[in-house]
């Protein structure tokens, strides 16, 4: 059974391009999101997709943006990167009703 | 922003020490949860206390909440140099999951 995964893994982009990040949640799993890790810092929460819909949405500004596929995939959109930008972006999924989140490996996203 | 605080920012033990990790909230919750994570990648779910618990035990973790005083530690006994890692603990207040973590603290355990 594979666990959440993300890609790509590692992603070098220049101020104002866009970027699309991607994850698989766990097998089981219909609930995603996405948090920012900064270096150095703990996980802040972007926002979460349940049933297609985002549900829930942390202090980010409209750059950020996702969807979710009727097979619970997830993608998170960055328009305008800006150096803030570059950071550990993850992705982590639950099932309804469940607690844990599974966390997946993380993309490195470096701005320019 | 960070819902509260680690603390130590960073410990460093020997082999078979103990270590004691605190962690401090803000606002009530309903459950709290420490995670791990290795060299900057994902992090891995280490135990999960509902705000109705005041310990609970998993292998050599520890974990204690008091939540009058919105605060929590873990505790690893007997660690090993395969612990070196960061630990966060992460609160869920508003239900569906919505997790709000600290700054972590840095764990080095030297054999």
């Known amino acids: 059974d594979a666990g959440v995964t993300q890609s790509p893994t590692h992603l070098i982009k220049t101020r104002g391009q866009q970027v699309t990040l991607r994850c698989s949640p766990k097998?089981?799993?219909?609930?995603v999101s996405w948090y920012q890790q900064a270096l150095g810092q703990g996980p802040q929460f972007i926002f979460q997709?349940?049933?297609?819909?985002?549900?829930q949405r942390g202090n980010f500004p409209d750059r950020f943006s996702g969807h979710q596929f009727p097979n619970y995939s997830s993608e998170l959109n960055v328009n305008a990167l800006l150096l803030g930008d570059s950071a550990l972006y993850l992705c982590a999924s639950s099932r309804t009703g469940g607690l844990a989140q599974y966390f997946g490996p993380g993309t490195r996203l470096t701005v320019l | 922003s960070q819902q509260g605080e680690e603390d130590p920012q960073a410990l460093s033990i020997q082999e078979g020490e103990n270590a004691t990790m605190n962690c401090s909230y803000k606002?009530?919750?309903?459950?709290l949860q420490w995670y791990r994570q290795n060299s900057g990648r994902g992090l891995v779910h280490l135990i999960l206390i509902r705000s109705n618990e005041r310990e609970k035990h998993s292998g050599r973790l520890r974990v204690t909440l008091d939540t009058s005083k919105k605060s929590s530690s873990l505790l690893i006994t007997a660690s090993r140099a395969a612990d070196t890692a960061s630990y966060f603990c992460a609160t869920e207040s508003g239900g569906y999951n919505k997790l709000i973590f600290g700054a972590g603290t840095r764990l080095a355990v030297h054999p």
């Open positions: 097998s089981g799993h219909d609930t």
């Open positions: 606002t009530s919750i309903n459950n």
């Open positions: 997709y349940y049933e297609e819909e985002e549900r």
